[in-house]
């Protein structure tokens, strides 16, 4: 049986791979069981993150491994956040921080009653498998789709508000 190493400290993540690999002759293991630290995710795309990933834990461990970098890039905002979708609110920032800070950012930028037309987004995802020393093959999808900072949010009266506020019009 193959041995792979799934390049993330995230056991959400490890287990989540198991279930999609469960069918094929392959062990998968994280970064904690083969005692290699995480590289920083110095790359401007997803993809070179993904390789960096990939490639500095199979050359650490000596085995195969895959590895995945993904977010969101909003076209209003320039791509952002991009590669910085889990920090984008800050490093210890946790999924509510993040979008809260996107829906302040898009609504700065959308004309007054835009944000219920949304903004063309899309989902990035890449993966990427490397050989110890060996060659890397990265891939990359999208799910295209718009964003828009009217997630339906309760108002007192049971009513669904706007999350960008506007005053003097």
Known sequence: MLTLVLATTNPGKVR?????????????????????????????TFAENAALKA?????????PALADDSGL??????????????????????????RRRLVRELCRRLPPGGEEGGTPARF?????????????????????GWRSPNRAAPAASGTTR????????
């Open 16 to 44: 989540e791979f198991r279930a999609l690999l469960a069918d094929l002759p392959v062990r998968i293991v994280g970064l904690a069981e083969v005692d290699v630290t995480p590289p920083a995710e110095t790359g401007r």
């Open 124 to 144: 990035r995802c890449a993966l990427a498998l490397a050989r110890p020393r060996g060659p890397v093959t990265v891939v990359e999808g999208a799910c295209e």
């Open 162 to 169: 706007s999350s960008c506020s506007r005053s003097g019009g």
């Open 55 to 63: 490639v500095h834990a199979a050359d650490a461990s000596g085995l």
């Open 73 to 98: 890039e909003v076209d209003l905002l320039g791509g952002a956040p991009g590669v910085h979708s889990a920090r984008y609110a800050g490093p210890a920032a946790d999924d509510e921080a993040n």
